[in-house]
């Protein structure tokens, strides 16, 4: 089955920047999300189709891709932001989706 | 502004059925978008179950296909998860979620509910 492959854990001190690598096989031919999650809340979309940012999501946050691998950045991470990041996608029949493992932000 | 609220039992009988329901408000369930079951076991990441499109069409995690079965019900604006034959494998917080057209990502979800799974 398809999967997308991220690091368990990124560590930055505030105002650094963070960055979050996602790869998977597809992703040369499908769009990628990202989702940030903190305890006890609901997920929520913070970049879609590779580099879009959804209304209200802080300028802070960018996504890029570059063949099989498409990496969600912050700049300037900021306490607030620290939580869990999910990379998203189709496989390549556009129809099954897939969740990476999670990736742990820490702001030192 | 589209809400999604999940609701249904919080503990099930192992090799029983889990049902859920996610209510939509704000929005017509009918009216062009697209809807998503995906689920977090605790301590663990997200996974998807599957989404419902037009017509009924529908698409499940390979892992869980012969297990679940996703609806919509248009009189009371909502839609349905049901997967059979529970183990405590399957204890977590299930999450309902709106796809956008011709999208392939989750706009707005619900709050979540925890399932757990006893034996």
């Known amino acids: 089955s398809y999967e997308l492959t991220q690091p368990p854990s990124v560590s930055v001190s505030p105002g650094q920047t963070a960055r979050i690598t996602c790869s998977g096989n597809a992703l040369t031919k499908k769009y990628a999300y990202w989702y940030q999650v903190k305890p006890g809340q609901a997920p929520v979309l913070v970049i879609y189709k590779d580099r879009e940012r959804p209304s209200g999501i802080p300028e802070r946050f960018s996504g890029s891709s570059s063949g099989t691998t498409v990496t969600f950045t912050i700049s300037g991470v900021q306490p607030e932001d620290e939580a869990d990041y999910y990379c998203q996608s189709p496989d390549s029949s556009g129809s099954y989706w897939v969740f990476g493992g999670g990736t742990k932000l820490t702001v030192l | 502004q589209v809400q999604l609220q999940e609701s249904g039992p919080g503990l099930v009988k192992s090799s029983e059925t889990l049902s859920l329901t996610c209510a939509v408000s704000g929005y017509s369930i009918t009216s062009g978008y697209f809807w998503g079951w995906i689920r977090q076991p605790p301590g663990k990441g997200l996974e998807w179950i599957g989404n419902?499109?037009?017509?009924?069409?529908?698409y499940y995690s390979p892992s869980l296909k012969s297990r679940v079965t996703i609806s919509v019900d248009t009189s009371k604006n909502q839609f349905s998860l049901k997967l059979r034959s529970v183990t405590a494998r399957d204890t977590a917080v299930y999450y309902c979620a709106r796809i956008p057209p011709a999208g392939s990502e989750l706009t707005h979800w619900g709050q979540g509910t925890l399932v757990t799974v006893s034996s």
């Open positions: 419902i499109y037009r017509n009924g069409t529908s």
